[in-house]
């Protein structure tokens, strides 16, 4: 079964520091991962994707992902964080369903809090 | 475009009253989710829709009920509330598949609490 994992349930970091959010992966298969973010009191927004190509994976707010087949990781990263980044982050990769259609695992989260 | 919108965002029920959970997209999507959202647990998978008419599934199905009698809509039922249902509820959709893997929208959420 698909799943992938997020060690870290919380990262603090300051603002204008790099910052890290981990996830590791455990498929069958090419991996289709994904990260999404979640604002306080909002519904989940799509940040990036990895399917084939690149590892490194840009996408949106100035984040960027690494793909790591050796070490079955998709890490999320931002050169500079920012305080408006504090939110939680969500991993998950593809699955497919008996229709043959897709659905997400998600990890559990990991809680980002920039201070200032 | 509203996107994906939720009704109604917050609700509290006491044990063994139900509720409907509806979720609309205008987007003309093929597949509808619903997920609920646990502290710890990240989102699980309740159930899905792949067309008008046709529901399966989830991860977490036992105690919901689901319908897609229109393409925009995908209702989450209740029957019988526990508190373990005490959760926020998530709808999403996407595009049919062709390929590629298409993006999932989600609705900001319904935050439940059942005494």
């Known amino acids: 079964a698909q799943s992938v994992a997020q060690p870290e349930d919380q990262v603090n970091v300051a603002e204008g520091n790099p910052l890290t959010v981990k996830c590791t992966y455990s498929v069958s298969g090419n991996p289709y991962l994904f990260w999404y973010v979640q604002y306080p009191n909002r519904g989940l927004q799509f940040l990036l994707k990895?399917?084939?190509?690149?590892?490194l994976v840009k996408g949106s707010y100035g984040f960027e992902a690494e793909f790591n087949k050796s070490q079955t990781s998709f890490h999320l990263k931002k050169p500079s964080a920012l305080v408006s980044d504090s939110a939680l982050y969500f991993c998950?990769?593809?699955?497919?369903?008996?229709?043959?259609?897709?659905?997400?695992?998600f990890g559990t989260g990991t809680r980002l809090q920039v201070f200032p | 475009n509203a996107g994906v919108t939720q009704t109604p965002k917050f609700r509290v029920l006491k044990t063994g009253q139900s509720m409907t959970l509806l979720c609309a997209q205008d987007?003309?999507?093929?597949?509808m989710y619903w997920y609920r959202q646990d502290p710890g647990m990240g989102l699980r998978l309740i159930h899905y829709s792949v067309g008008e008419g046709t529901t399966a599934k989830g991860e977490v199905p036992d105690g919901y009920n689901v319908s897609r009698l229109k393409k925009q809509n995908f209702l989450l039922g209740l029957e019988s509330a526990a508190p373990s249902q005490t959760s926020v509820y998530f709808c999403?959709?996407?595009?049919?598949?062709?390929?590629?893997?298409?993006?999932?929208?989600f609705g900001p959420g319904t935050r439940l609490t059942v005494l």
């Open positions: 999403a959709s996407s595009r049919r598949t062709s390929g590629s893997y298409n993006e999932q929208f």
């Open positions: 987007m003309n999507h093929e597949y």
């Open positions: 998950a990769v593809r699955d497919r369903t008996p229709y043959n259609t897709d659905k997400l695992i």
């Open positions: 990895y399917i084939t190509g690149d590892n």
